[in-house]
């Protein structure tokens, strides 16, 4: 086998590729407060769960984001709802954002 030296780019995602992700079955009460507290906390649910466990956590802020993933029929039916083209993916983004924050305004009134 040939021994390939990294780019310098890749030798920081040494660590992450040779981490392992665990994942618990917990009863939902459990679970929701966790997410709670990691909410509350500004963390995410990943960085709560190895606060409580005394682990080390990444300090830099993060920027906060919500994420969804969207498949091209998901687009089609955006660009519909929108009258807009399913190529037209920024333009459905501005309109995705304007119905979220339309959506929370409304529920907190």
Same mark, same amino acid.
């Given at each position: 086998m040939v021994s390939r030296i990294l780019p310098e780019k890749w030798q920081s995602s040494i660590q992450a590729v040779k981490a392992v992700q665990v994942a618990f079955d917990m009863d939902e009460k459990i679970q929701l407060a966790i997410r709670t507290q990691a909410l509350h906390a500004g963390l995410s649910p990943s960085d709560q769960i190895r606060d409580i466990l @005394?682990?080390?956590t990444n300090k830099r802020p993060k920027r906060p984001r919500l *994420?969804?993933? +969207? @498949? &091209?029929d998901d687009y089609k039916i955006l660009a519909l709802k929108y009258?807009?083209?399913p190529e037209q993916q920024l333009e459905i983004k501005r309109k995705l954002m304007d119905? +979220?924050? +339309? &959506?929370? *305004?409304?529920c907190s009134e």
């Open positions: @005394g682990l080390p *994420t969804v993933s +969207l @498949g &091209h009258n807009l083209s119905d +979220l924050i +339309l &959506h929370v *305004t409304q």
